[in-house]
């Protein structure tokens, strides 16, 4: 079984900049492909950026260039550092573990954190 915790959402104006990070606990974590997904009220959640256990990145391009993912398997840490922030970025963001491909999530969800973009 896997934990995903979420931190560091919040409101920010546009053109700034959060943090977000991804604690998980649990079996073989740093194997697993993790990735952060967002969700709008009245839309279907979106995958963001993806890494693998070796590092490799992928990222959606709403986002590319923006976004950057990255992760600390010796802290089983996943950041994903959001610059650039524009007002449709306002969504729920997800952390994900366990995904196989790009596109299919994983099993495992944290509980969500609030990112607001408003000025």
């Known amino acids: 079984q896997v934990q995903l915790v979420e931190s560091g959402g919040g409101l920010v104006q546009p053109g700034g900049s959060l943090r977000l990070s991804c604690v998980a606990s649990?079996?073989?974590?740093?194997?697993?492909?993790m990735g952060w997904y967002r969700q709008a009220p009245g839309k279907q959640r979106e995958l963001l950026a993806a890494i693998t256990g070796g590092g490799n990145t992928n990222y959606a391009d709403s986002v590319r260039g923006r976004f950057t993912i990255s992760r600390d398997n010796a802290k089983n840490t996943v950041v994903l550092q959001m610059n650039s922030l524009k007002p449709e970025d306002t969504a729920v963001y997800y952390c994900?573990?366990?995904?196989?491909?790009?596109?299919?999530?994983?099993?495992?969800w944290g509980q969500g954190t609030q990112v607001t973009v408003s000025s």
């Open positions: 994900n573990a366990g995904s196989t491909a790009w596109g299919i999530a994983g099993d495992y």
């Open positions: 649990g079996s073989i974590v740093s194997t697993y492909v």
